[in-house]
């Protein structure tokens, strides 16, 4: 096993930051530890590159890191590889949240942080032994599913290797390049998943050793991936100065911070000198309410002052909102939009609350049968996946399109070129550009979210239909078997459509119809099983994929689920064209 493929998937689902390409360090970090232990490692970053199949199916073990909104797809290629005999282990937050879930489409499971537990589990797996000793890993003996204790001790981040990102294997990484120098955050908020997967204390890396870092990137633009950059006014004082000391100079670095950075001059004063650019701020709100249900630990008056002092030392601010609180309203997103305005935050990231797996919010909306939907790659922020206390599911998704198209308007992208620069101006026209991209590729969210919200409170369904033909007046040649049998079940908004027997033109076109008013005229996701359907002709498979291209039009995502021992099942799909934006091939049974 010396071949070794890390991936990082992207959603299928378009969002208004769909565009972002800066890697995340789990990967690289990982794949650092395995190239210094001998191994032949190659990264892929799917925001960037296609995935080149021909090389990844070569591979002896790939791992899939996944967030939320990307475990689906994450599920899929894991589901693809299981099928050409390829080990697949999937990490991230995700799958240590819902572990069980994982197990389902890979073959192992890394829990929490992996950077000491991937290398061990890689070198048990090559002497064909089960991880039994190695902390943090699932995975099934038996086919039930076992959970190693999780690891105790705490990671020593300074123990990590500085990240190599040119294991990725596409083109250097462009724009900002990712920095690290500390793990996890004393705050609490109740939405976060930071602090249940990294810890509340921080642990920072040896000043020295950061510095070191960063003067492999002289010249390039720099971003501290720190969930709080300056958590620690004296630390982070010490790393800026240490630049200043090595001449290190940047073209420019950002990082995340809170409010409370901007009431020390000092540390402002450092953060100009060594080409501080933009702070992303989590603002969150400006209802007094909402702060305090979300534990920020800030008041209103602290962000407006905090605004006013990054520009009063030249440093864009990027104010991330969350809305959909029991506190908010539609008027809370609308006054939002006139603070962001008059405040002349620079560029804003208006988010509606999403209820992640293993946070105290998930398991609130969970148990008060809140949660809309559990189809993973729309928990990303912008869309609405839970029914808020004070308006509708629809009004929260409509109001924050609303407020993003009102700040990211033409008439206010000028507005902050004489306070902040250029860059901001090129934020806002990116952000009016990708507002509208957005929203013309996500018009039926609406309609689909009427369809989840009628199908929270609806029992599971099911429907069967055997259809049989007749040629002249008689049964064909194969008798009673000349037929088609059609299941169609639902179930948390997911329909499922199981199709067994005989496919030819005439039981193709009584399909058509009968599903015509199966179906709703709008759905999310629809699974269709063809593991027992036989095509009886090329024409036959033609009009399948048309049948399949014109549910495209009602459905967001189909997926096909097809036998694995007969090839002609995955080969008739790919002869023809297929034009949907989100059409997956799975797998069947073995």
């Known amino acids: 096993m010396k071949k070794i493929v890390l991936v990082e998937p992207k959603t299928r689902k378009e969002h208004v930051f769909s565009t972002a390409r800066m890697p995340r360090l789990g990967l690289p970090l990982l794949g650092t530890q395995l190239k210094n232990a001998g191994y032949e490692v190659h990264i892929y970053m799917e925001t960037i590159t296609d995935l080149p199949w021909s090389k990844i199916l070569d591979a002896d073990l790939v791992g899939i890191s996944t967030t939320t909104s990307t475990s689906q797809e994450a599920y899929r290629l894991a589901g693809f590889l299981r099928s050409h005999h390829i080990p697949v282990v999937i990490g991230g937050i995700h799958a240590t949240f819902l572990p069980e879930e994982a197990l389902q489409y890979g073959d192992y499971v890394v829990r929490g942080e992996a950077d000491f537990t991937f290398l061990s589990l890689v070198r048990s797996l090559e002497k064909g032994e089960l991880p039994v000793d190695i902390p943090g890993v699932s995975y099934l003996k038996d086919g039930v599913p076992v959970h190693n204790p999780s690891q105790t001790e705490v990671i020593d981040v300074n123990e990590l290797p ?6 990725f294997v596409q083109s250097k990484i462009s724009g900002s390049v990712p920095i690290m120098t500390s793990r996890g955050c004393p705050y609490n908020c109740s939405f976060c998943s930071v602090t249940i997967m990294f810890g509340r204390g921080f642990r920072y890396r040896n000043t020295e050793i950061v510095l070191d870092e960063l003067s492999l990137y002289q010249g390039r633009s720099v971003f501290f991936c720190d969930d709080n950059f300056t958590a620690s006014f004296q630390r982070t004082k010490e790393l800026l100065q240490g630049m200043l000391d090595r001449k290190i100079k940047l073209k420019g670095w950002g990082a995340q911070v809170r409010v409370e950075t901007a009431k020390n001059d000092e540390l402002l004063e450092l953060m100009r000198r060594t080409g501080a650019k933009i702070v992303y701020i989590g603002l969150e709100s400006i209802n007094p309410a909402t702060l305090e249900a979300y534990n920020k630990k800030q008041s209103v008056e602290d962000i407006r002052e905090s605004i006013r002092r990054f520009h009063d030392y030249g440093i864009r601010v990027h104010g991330m909102f969350v809305f959909g609180s029991d506190e908010d309203t539609v008027q809370t997103i609308r006054d939002t939009a006139d603070f962001s305005l008059e405040t002349r935050i620079d560029s804003v990231q208006f988010l509606m609350l999403t ?42 998704q409509e109001e924050t399109i609303k407020a993003m198209k ?75 078997a000349n037929h088609l049998k059609i299941y169609v079940s639902e179930n948390n908004g997911t329909f499922y459509l199981t199709l067994r027997g005989l496919l030819d033109r005439l039981t193709m076109k009584k399909l058509n119809r009968y599903l015509r008013d199966l179906l709703p005229q709008h759905c999310f996701h629809l699974v269709i099983n063809t593991e027992g359907l036989n095509i009886l002709s090329e024409k036959s498979a033609r009009s399948f994929t048309r049948f399949l291209d014109r549910l495209g039009k009602r459905v967001s995502r189909i997926q096909l689920i097809y036998k694995v021992e007969e090839n002609n099942r995955l080969s008739f799909i790919k002869k023809f064209s297929i034009k949907l934006p989100r059409f997956e091939l799975l797998p069947g049974k073995r």
């Open 162 to 167: 500085i990240p190599d990102l040119n294991l």
């Open 355 to 396: 209820p992640l797996p293993g946070t105290p919010l998930f398991k609130k909306l969970e148990a008060e049968g809140r949660l809309l939907t559990k189809e993973w790659e729309l928990y990303d922020g912008h869309h609405a996946v839970f029914q808020p206390a004070q308006m509708s599911a629809e009004e929260l």
């Open 406 to 480: 009102r700040f990211y308007s033409l008439r206010h992208v000028f507005q902050n070129t004489f306070l902040t620069g250029w860059g901001s101006l090129i934020y806002r026209g990116i952000g009016w550009l990708l507002i509208r991209r957005f929203e013309k590729h996500n018009r039926r969210y609406d309609q689909i979210l009427d369809c989840f919200q009628k199908n929270s409170a609806r029992t599971v369904r099911h429907f069967y239909r055997r259809i049989q033909v007749k040629k002249d007046g008689k049964l064909g040649e194969a008798g009673a």
